[in-house]
């Protein structure tokens, strides 16, 4: 078998309409436009996304219930977790390389779930004040960025 002998039998390759290459395509003029009307129009699938023929669109008419979310999204670390390691300084650097967090980026913030009971130090842009007061009572210091 070679490329040359190969037939495509019944599902034969149709060739493409040239559209608008004059009257001797037979797509010539109105180009299988139709005559006049928003469909004959050059933005007629362009820019009208949502139109319903005139009937409100399916994003008007359905309600529009809660709210948008406007405050900081902070990446979570828990004492439990910075308990849990030999490292005994930690900044977004050192939590993303331990896998803490998802980025350097984004800001951190240090919650209270857990004890430690040794002396660390923490860089991070926000933490608990009962996460604070632990660290500071284990021996350890914190600093907001």
């Given at each position: 078998m070679?490329?040359?002998t190969?037939?495509p039998?019944k ?16 797509w ?8 006049k009307?928003a469909?004959a ?13 005139g ?5 008007r ?6 709210f948008?979310?406007a ?11 910075l ?8 900044d ?9 967090v998802?980025n350097t980026?984004d ?12 002396a660390?130090s923490?860089?991070v842009n ?8 632990l ?11």
């Amino acid at each position: 078998m070679e490329l040359n002998t190969l037939n495509p039998g019944k599902a034969k390759v149709v060739k493409r309409k040239r559209i608008g290459r004059g009257p001797g395509s037979g797509w010539g003029t109105t180009a299988g436009r139709g005559q006049k009307g928003a469909g004959a129009r050059k933005s007629a699938k362009a820019g009208r996304v949502a139109f319903e023929g005139g009937q409100m669109p399916i994003h008007r008419r359905i309600p529009k219930r809660g709210f948008k979310h406007a405050g900081v999204e902070y990446q979570l670390v828990n004492l439990k977790k910075l308990a849990a390691v030999s490292a005994s300084e930690f900044d977004a650097k050192v939590l993303f390389d331990l896998g803490f967090v998802r980025n350097t980026v984004d800001p951190i913030k240090v919650l209270a779930y857990g004890t430690v009971d040794k002396a660390i130090s923490v860089k991070v842009n926000a933490i608990s004040e009962k996460a604070k007061s632990l660290i500071e009572a284990a021996g350890g210091k914190v600093e907001i960025i």
